[in-house]
């Protein structure tokens, strides 16, 4: 990405991801 993502960042595309029941990707992903 073109920035550090923060935790909400990671908040809003997990809750993208569940909504529209696409994977998560892989920067976004618990290390």
Known sequence: LGYEHDKNDVHDVM???ETFQ??????????
């Open 15 to 17: 809750l993208l991801c």
């Open 22 to 31: 696409i994977a998560i990707p892989d920067e976004y992903k618990e290390k």
